[in-house]
């Protein structure tokens, strides 16, 4: 077992943020709340999902809303701890372990503030390996873990708890909860025995995030410089192929807020203004990118906008018009390309009329 | 103590009709269900509130949602009991009686389908005295009655359980559930002390309602011949005044959803075309009539729809273009004339820029 201590908070927030693919929230405040938890209570224990008892009980834990609210409307230092509280009030048991939603942007590091508050450890894992808008698309999910029961709670403490049998039905009413509450909760949802979650979990992304994080922040300069050592880091990780598909400059980008979601579009530039741009789709995160009617990427797999000249991966509620960019596209975890994960994910789940082809035959 | 039974229920469902003033969810299939519930598990009984210890545990019952909704997506028999049973789990108490939301519309009735169920008594009174759009417009909101512990269900059997210190907070939560859950779901909520009810409650409205019902039946016919025994009712009850305020033709009616309410307006010309139309305004309930500027009856007084040559009460989602109608208006509850009420339930809580002026004095 390893321990997440200080010194690794820079990297892990680095690290997600180029995995939440544009979405999964921004992880600066969730950066300073986990600071001030392992502060004040220590070191975080990382569990390896092997290392688990099978009658374990594991619940993830993490922020459900649209990224742009999590820049206004911030969560309490204890609102992640107190979320297993009342979930374990709610269900007459204690949580032995909590688990990501998703390792991308700030729901990465919720669960290591509820871990800390609580003195449990956290499973170096997740249920996307990247970030993705809805709850049935977490991989818990789709080896059906059962979403319910589940609780949320909002910034003042008031609470919410959910009984239904499908995550869809679960995620329809956990959204509308979350913008009833003004747009940001915390939830507790699809607990398992360790035994469900050595099925359903996206493995070892929570160590693999701050190593991606190290390399970003060593390799720290302009985009092409950065590929050799993603594609090295990738090539040995779940994930595989790494490729810088794109270059240019942000002219123009919009996005509103839809049925509780950021959705719109970015458009993107080559720097000497010539040949077709490339259009990114976003709802939460970026989901597809098309050169004129050419797609260059697509969901699940994952598409990341960096800053040109640091590499610095940019969520998408920060990305501006006049952003001068690279587009890195990365394959997505081989659980996300079986037929049970692909009818929740594929590109047709989001409104795209196109079949899904990994990145690799594009 | 009183029983309801099968008798009652066809002026039970009729009078409440009239005290809906146009909402409180159409009463037809709830009346059905009543009888199903009533001859399966017998009558129900009848309780004052004065006759409640003052440590009984009570929790009023409904629906919440659109009315419109309560036309196509129809509650299962067994929903009202079973919401009390999961809302006794989550409370881990009996439920001693149950109370109504309003005496208005279907919800008059799902207490007694939950009552007769369960094998407990029905309080006769409710929490409104007429039917309103909001939780916070109840008497026992307004009383100080907490909201929460709060239970939902919806005929599907997904439950929701919300825990929140004000009823303006619940109303936010509960609506959105309501809508996430398709726009028409059963509640308990308001739980209160045989004590609290005391205070809070509109008392007698259920026994009311069902006398209401039969005045309006044994009177059937044009709406001028009922006029005088109606103000013979009311002006023995806690409404006190009735007037016939206009008589016409429905010549425009416009109702949308907005936010899970039904709201629009019903224009009323006179049968022989002269003067001003009558307008009234519409969000879930008829809210105000105004002839050009002259307002002729504002919320909280009651503003009822009959028809012209039946005199049977007209529910707004009902209501069509051509319908020959009458317009009665009937003073409200002098619970709702005190500041606290009209802090909540005065014209400008729905968006009119008008005081409130008790209908006797307009």
């Given amino acids: 077992?390893?321990?997440?201590?200080?010194?690794?908070?820079?990297?892990?927030?680095?690290?997600?943020?180029?995995?939440?693919?544009?979405?999964?929230?921004?992880?600066?405040?969730?950066?300073?709340?986990?600071e001030q938890a392992i502060k004040t209570?220590?070191?975080?224990?990382?569990?390896?999902?092997?290392?688990?008892?099978?009658?374990?009980?594991?619940?993830?834990?993490?922020?459900?809303?649209?990224?742009?609210?999590?820049l206004e409307l911030l969560p309490s230092v204890d609102e992640a701890a107190r979320t297993i509280e009342a979930f374990e009030a709610h269900v007459g048991r204690k949580v032995d372990a909590v688990a990501s939603f998703e390792i991308g942007g700030g729901n990465s590091l919720i669960p290591l503030v509820a871990a800390a508050g609580k003195g449990i450890p956290v499973v170096d894992g997740d249920g996307m390996g990247r970030a993705l808008p809805e709850a049935q698309m977490m991989s818990y999910a789709i080896a059906g873990v059962n979403p319910t029961p589940a609780l949320a709670m909002d910034y003042a403490g008031n609470q919410a708890t959910f009984q239904t049998n499908t995550t869809e039905v679960y995620e329809r009413h956990i959204r509308s909860f979350a913008m009833a509450a003004g747009g940001m909760i915390t939830t507790a949802e699809h607990a398992m025995s360790g035994a469900e979650l050595k099925r359903s979990v996206i493995p070892g992304t929570l160590?693999?995030?701050?190593?991606?994080?190290?390399?970003?922040?060593?390799?720290?300069?302009?985009?092409?410089?950065?590929?050799?050592?993603?594609?090295e880091i990738f090539a040995r990780s779940i994930y595989g192929q790494c490729q810088?598909?794109?270059?240019?400059?942000?002219?123009?980008?919009?996005?509103?807020i839809v049925g509780g979601y950021d959705v719109g579009e970015v458009t993107i530039e080559r720097f000497d203004g010539l040949g077709d741009p490339l259009k990114i789709s976003i709802k939460n995160e970026y989901l597809l990118g098309k050169i004129d009617d050419r797609v260059i990427a697509s969901v699940p797999d994952l598409i990341v906008i960096v800053d040109y000249e640091t590499g610095t991966p940019i969520n998408a509620e920060r990305l501006r018009y006049g952003h001068r960019v690279a587009v890195f596209a990365v394959g997505c975890p081989d659980f996300y390309r079986t037929p049970d994960a692909l009818r929740v994910v594929e590109p047709r789940c989001f409104g795209f009329d196109i079949d899904y082809v990994p990145l690799e035959q594009l």
């Fill in 1 to 34: 077992m390893k321990r997440i201590d200080l010194s690794h908070l820079d990297d892990l927030a680095l690290g997600s943020v180029f995995l939440a693919t544009g979405g999964g929230g921004d992880p600066h405040v969730p950066r300073l709340i986990t």
């Fill in 41 to 70: 209570y220590g070191p975080v224990t990382l569990i390896a999902p092997a290392a688990l008892d099978d009658d374990a009980f594991i619940v993830p834990i993490g922020s459900v809303g649209a990224p742009t609210v999590s």
């Fill in 244 to 256: 810088l598909v794109f270059q240019g400059k942000v002219v123009d980008k919009a996005t509103r």
């Fill in 207 to 231: 160590s693999f995030s701050i190593e991606l994080g190290r390399i970003l922040r060593e390799n720290r300069g302009q985009a092409e410089g950065l590929l050799k050592p993603l594609q």
